[in-house]
């Protein structure tokens, strides 16, 4: 019997083959699992950043459509081009 908080004694086994075994298969099961996620993940992020892509070009489409027409200029500057080109 382990006490706790007592070292086990050196002549009796603290785990059992058999013990041994099952927990090498649960951390074998629980790293199987975390490596699932972490590509679930990884191809979440892939798909966010095909959706951020295409959502700028639409948005970039959208704004070219909705653009105010230019307008000329017509200050100071514009009225003096003018003069010059009647002389």
């Not at 790293?31 to 191809?43: K, L, M, N, Y």
């Not at 892509?53 to 003096?80: H, S």
Request: charged fraction near 25%.
């Amino acid at each position: 019997m382990v006490v706790l908080g007592s070292r086990p004694s050196t002549h009796e086994p603290t785990a059992m083959p058999d013990d041994l075994a099952a927990l090498r298969q649960q951390l074998a099961q629980l790293q199987a699992t975390v490596d699932q996620i972490a590509h679930d993940q990884q191809i979440q992020f892939t798909r966010i950043a095909q959706l951020q892509a295409d959502l700028d070009l639409v948005r970039g489409a959208w704004n070219q459509l909705t653009a105010a027409p230019e307008v000329p200029y017509t200050g100071p500057d514009r009225r003096k081009r003018e003069a010059r080109k009647t002389r």
